[in-house]
């Protein structure tokens, strides 16, 4: 993986739009780069949620969520520095680890809603 955040949609939404500040709801399961499973919302039995583009989530998130459309799934490949970076992360995220996530978005609230 190089560098840079590189996103591939693998569904395009037809519903509201990611805008920064937006409050997301989203199912998820996040992979390191072997293949591993990390995290995973399905697993949970919970969606996720959390306030996008204000630095409440990684970089990643922050960054490659923007403009998704509700209705869609994204896969986002995220460079260790718009991840946890050189801090250790639970017990599987080692520092300095690529992340892939597979993102589906239920929901997209904003102030105007």
């Keep these: 993986m190089n560098n840079e955040l590189r996103i591939e949609d ?3 939404g037809e519903g509201k739009a ?3 500040g937006a409050l997301i709801t989203t199912q998820y399961n996040g992979f ?3 293949g ?6 399905y697993d949970r039995g919970k969606a ?3 306030v996008i583009g204000t630095g409440r989530v ?6 490659g969520l923007m403009g998704m459309r509700v209705g869609g799934k994204r ?3 995220v460079p260790a520095h718009l991840g946890y ?13 690529n992340l892939i996530f597979e993102i589906e978005l239920l929901e997209v609230l904003t102030r105007d809603d």
């Design 75 to 77: 896969k986002l490949f």
């Design 18 to 20: 990611v805008v920064k």
């Design 32 to 34: 390191l780069e072997d």
């Design 58 to 63: 990684i970089k990643g998130w922050d960054q």
């Design 85 to 97: 970076g050189e801090r250790q992360f639970g017990a599987h995220i080692k520092p300095n680890s």
């Design 10 to 12: 693998i569904q395009l």
């Design 36 to 41: 591993s499973k990390f995290d995973s919302s």
């Design 48 to 50: 996720f949620q959390c």
